[in-house]
């Protein structure tokens, strides 16, 4: 908990701290279509599809400093036919180095959740608030004048207000691999901890249109 209270207001200090810096002029978008399919309960899959606006707030060299990305993001279960989870919030978040991203984001969570492991699931229903702590870790394996592939190794760990208690932490590894000038394609392995519920061990792919 003293971590997460922490990690926000240092971000929003650095953010206020250079004299100098300024928004870049055009922020840039982001739509991202997923397909979720869990390894263990073939009717946890998922449709997920998201939408975010990065604003990049650059230095006097025209650096990026931070990130300011409101965001959108709405998840169906394909199977039990109805929208498991919607969430929007604004993340901040910084570059730490070119291969490693810190964010921090609070979204507001509209959900009907599965609390059980079973083939009959029981859906509760719960809007709250949460955080979410991100770390982002990325790294060229192929660059050539048309072909480029991208790994990656993801971190989320998610607090819910209202608990005052930490639910989820996901860790996802993939690759990435760009298209042109605006779309990327990725395909990755995600590990899900509910905390106190039970595991899913997931399959992702994903096309993002980037404009």
Do not use: C
């Amino acid at each position: 908990m003293k971590a997460k209270v922490i990690i926000l207001p240092v971000l929003l200090f650095l953010f206020v701290s250079y004299a100098y810096a300024g928004w870049s002029e055009k922020p840039e978008f982001r739509l991202s279509h997923y397909y979720r399919y869990d390894l263990r309960k073939d009717f946890r899959q998922l449709y997920i599809d998201r939408i975010s606006a990065t604003f990049s707030y650059l230095d006097d060299k025209e650096q990026p400093l931070l990130k300011l990305i409101p965001f959108y993001e709405i998840r169906r279960n394909i199977k039990r036919h109805f929208w498991e989870r919607k969430e929007a919030g604004v993340e901040t978040g910084k570059d730490i180095f070119s291969w490693f991203y810190l964010g921090e984001s609070i979204q507001y969570v509209w959900t009907q959740e599965d609390l059980t492991n079973s083939y009959y699931p029981d859906y509760d229903k719960r809007d709250y608030m949460e955080s979410e702590t991100r770390f982002y870790l990325t790294h060229s394996l192929l660059s050539a004048k048309n072909f480029k592939v991208k790994s990656f190794i993801l971190d989320e760990y998610t607090f819910d207000f209202n608990s005052e208690s930490g639910t989820r932490n996901e860790i996802a590894i993939g690759l990435i691999f760009p298209i042109g000038k605006y779309i990327e394609t990725d395909v990755s392995w995600r590990h899900i901890d509910r905390i106190h519920y039970y595991d899913s061990d997931t399959v992702e792919a994903a096309v993002n249109l980037v404009f």
